[in-house]
T-cell receptor, first 113, second 110 residues
Framework: EAGVAQSPRYKIIEKRQSVAFWCNPISGHATLYWYQQILGQGPKLLIQFQNNGVVDDSQLPKDRFSAERLKGVDSTLKIQPAKLEDSAVYLC???????????FGPGTRLLVL | GENVEQHPSTLSVQEGDSAVIKCTYSDSASNYFPWYKQELGKGPQLIIDIRSNVGEKKDQRIAVTLNKTAKHFSLHITETQPEDSAVYFCAASMDYKLSFGAGTTVTVRA
């Protein structure tokens, strides 16, 4: 079974630029999560989707971050404009349902200069 | 929200010895406690989990214990091997939302 796919794996941008990350969850997984992992810290949930609807985006900085999950499968996370403190690894995870085990992708490492 | 504290932040053990990582959580409503292993350049991988109606769970060399009264849970790795070297994260789930600890870097010395 294929795991969670993410692209790109690495991205370097300058502050105030925009960037987008893509995630393809495990086939059949209804719930999709985006996490931010700052160096030396544990992952922090940004947004959770159930199918194509948002369940929780309470920790998403909505002035600059946006996410969508069209058709309830793939998802994109966008940052516009980026700040230096957005440098982190952005992890996508998926699960069968909200209470099920979460499986993580390899992450996208973002460096904002 | 839930607050998870994890100790120690780094742990160095001799190959074959045991490693223990401890976590505490703040919200007594949390009912699911997974442990993840993260290797360099990779995403976290689930290694074991426990639910609040169970006190202990074991899978080969890995075991997790949960004390709901004290609100703490621990990961035990026995007979450590070089491939156990990684960063380990505990997490607690309340209302299906995972809150992670800061991680423990485990180094197994050959």
């Amino acid at each position: 079974e294929a795991g969670v796919a993410q692209s790109p794996r690495y991205k370097i941008i300058e502050k105030r630029q925009s960037v987008a990350f893509w995630c393809n969850p495990i086939s059949g997984h209804a719930t999709l999560y985006w996490y931010q992992q700052i160096l030396g810290q544990g992952p922090k949930l940004l947004i959770q989707f159930q199918n194509n609807g948002v369940v929780d985006d309470s920790q998403l900085p909505k002035d600059r971050f946006s996410a969508e999950r069209l058709k309830g499968v793939d998802s994109t996370l966008k940052i516009q404009p980026a700040k230096l403190e957005d440098s982190a690894v952005y992890l996508c995870a998926s699960s069968l349902g909200r209470s099920e085990t979460q499986y993580f992708g390899p992450g996208t490492r973002l460096l904002v200069l | 929200g839930e607050n998870v504290e994890q100790h120690p932040s780094t742990l160095s053990v001799q190959e074959g010895d045991s490693a223990v990582i401890k976590c505490t959580y703040s919200d007594s409503a949390s009912n699911y406690f997974p442990w993840y292993k993260q290797e360099l350049g990779k995403g976290p991988q689930l290694i074991i989990d426990i639910r609040s109606n169970v006190g202990e769970k074991k899978d080969q060399r890995i075991a997790v214990t949960l004390n709901k009264t004290a609100k703490h849970f621990s990961l035990h790795i026995t007979e450590t091997q070089p491939e156990d070297s990684a960063v380990y994260f505990c997490a607690a789930s309340m209302d299906y939302k995972l809150s992670f600890g800061a991680g423990t870097t485990v180094t197994v010395r050959a």
